[in-house]
């Protein structure tokens, strides 16, 4: 036996073991790099318009910038803050009072930093999860916490988020065996992808649910404040009994354009929150100091959030309009930078899609158009209002060359 091979045979079956790396089916998102690619390889002139991308076009503000300069020359920001400055936890509490009129939580114990919410999901299993529980996702949806609960022998439950049902899941179709088995319960409002948002009602709604089956609800509001048109922020914790049932993960990345940057905290149930502190204590050294003082001065500053969630509602008027147009149905979100798009049937020249995968690549290859595909619960494409733009002028450009290309195609729907 070679080295390699002696290699290739150790790999966990978690991550697909002998025959790690050697599968040859492609994952959607490696498909749409690729002919994102091949299409810019044949048309080097043509513009790529990516409405695929799920992050900020803007930087974080220059005071946000100038603050983590000013902090990151401080000797005593140096060095390791494992679970975080208790600044930065003082912040939260108060920002989620201002912002979301939620009171009463202890910034020592119901609070705690992670390095973006991506790690947050990606451990909270670790402290829940044993063989044969259960994690319940929703379809489509970001799928990180369900991940690690199979990598720890635990079963995924998805349930779909379908129009019929405003995209909530629909918590009773679950069976006795499976409410009696779950530990976990990831909701996501704003939602990404489908931009539904939450009502007090589904989260007292939830809360019921959690409470009368013995569930933790893990509340992801990464989108939470960038609603438009009177839609107010909603917190799961603003909800009485949530913070006995669950917690709530707030990131930085998209409410302040600050993706790069990793921060984000959990807060909530006192128990949770000293569970996640407990294993995220063993798998990371906490965020640069520096970082978290920057992150103090957005929360400080939520008027940031606003100017980037007027843009974003700018974007999408326009966008829905030229969708619908041209024969596209499609309802403006009242919240997040994504629009959830019903895939047309096919073109009058013959094309026929059979799936919002074949959909978005022929988007890619024949128009340039970049999205994000979705089989999960119907045949949708996602697109994203943070495309790259100068300013409002460039914005009307982009959306008005997206419309031309795509009114050539003539679709049938």
Known sequence: MTLTSFIQNSFAERIGGSKFGQETVLYKFEKIKRAKRAAMGKNPAVEMIDLGVGEPDWMAEPEVAEVLYREAQKPENRGYTDNGLQEFKDAAAKYLEKVYGVAGIDSVTEINHGIGSKPILALLPLAFINPGDIAIMTVPGYPVLGTATKALNGEVVNLPLLPENNFFPDLESLTADQRQRTKLLYINYPNNPTGATATKEFYEKVVRFARENQIIVVADAAYATL??????????????????????????????????????????????????????????????AAIQKAGIYCLEHPEITEKTAAKYSRRHNMLVAALNSIGFSVKKPKGSFYLYVPIPKGTKSGHTFVSAEDFSEFLITEKLISSVPWDDAGHYVRLSVTFVAENETDEKRVIAEVKRRLAEMEFVF
């Open 227 to 288: 609603t438009f048109d009177g839609e107010k922020p909603l917190s799961f914790l603003a909800v009485e009994g949530a913070k006995e049932v669950g917690v709530e993960l707030h990131s930085l990345s998209k409410s302040y354009n600050m993706t790069g940057w990793r921060l984000a905290f959990l807060c909530g149930n006192e128990l949770v929150v000293k569970g996640f502190a407990a294993v995220k204590d063993n798998n990371d050294s906490g965020q640069f």
